[in-house]
C-alpha cells in the first residue's frame, strides 16, 4: 500500500471519526467538524509539502533525454 493512497483513505475517516468522538465526548458539533477538519487539512499538507511526491529516478532522466535530442 502506498502512502498517498493511505492519506486518501484517512481523510474521511479522519473527518467522520473525529467528528463523531469529539461529539460524543462533549464538544459541540459546530466545534468538533472545523477541528477535524483541520486535522484533514494537516494530513493532506503534509502529503503534498512535507513527503512531496516525486517521479521515479529513471521515469525523469528519460524523459530529459528525449526532450533534448
Same mark, same amino acid.
Given at each position: 500500500m502506498n502512502y498517498y493512497d493511505l492519506i486518501l483513505g484517512l481523510i474521511p475517516l479522519?473527518?467522520?471519526?473525529l467528528t463523531a468522538l469529539l461529539t460524543t465526548v462533549g464538544v459541540g458539533?459546530? *466545534?468538533a467538524v472545523p477541528v477535524a477538519g483541520a486535522v484533514s487539512v494537516g494530513m493532506i499538507g503534509h502529503a503534498m509539502f512535507v513527503r512531496t511526491p516525486t517521479d521515479a529516478l529513471g521515469?525523469? *532522466?528519460a524523459a530529459t533525454s528525449a526532450v533534448n535530442q
Open positions: 479522519t473527518l467522520l471519526g458539533l459546530t *466545534a521515469t525523469d *532522466a
